[in-house]
């Protein structure tokens, strides 16, 4: 018997592909990478830092050692930040900035009140119980001031 097997050449296989040069598909996916990457280097270099929030913010001020008067004055800062967040605070007389205020806290048309919100424009002094009063009147605005933003 003739072995047919025999007859058969051997079977070469074809060099294995090298890496170089790159097929086009790697091409796109090596730009969209460093596209990506770029990308999203460059979102976070620009975001705007988180602020902390309006409680906190109130919670730190009532917490340093500032006397009463620059509490005051530091929390009304804060407090037109938060609420003119357009940057148009300068276009805001007084009376509209107590007419605000009034619509989240009637305590603000009181006589304390109005003493809080007069305090950075007039040479008056703050007690501690002032202090005491803003922040019962302050933090629970906080919350509806922060819904708003």
Known sequence: MNDALADLKPIILPDVPGLWPLAPGWWLAIILTILLVAGIWLW????????????????RLWSTDLTARQKGI???LILREWLFLDNQAAAFSQQQWMSRLTQLDPWFDSSPGRHFLMLPYS????????VNQWQQHLIPICKQLEQQK
Not at 123 to 130: F, L
């Open 74 to 76: 530091q929390a009304n």
């Open 44 to 59: 976070l270099r620009h975001k705007p830092p988180k602020k902390p929030s309006l409680k906190k913010q109130l919670q």
């Open 123 to 130: 040479g008056q002094s703050a007690t501690v119980d002032d």
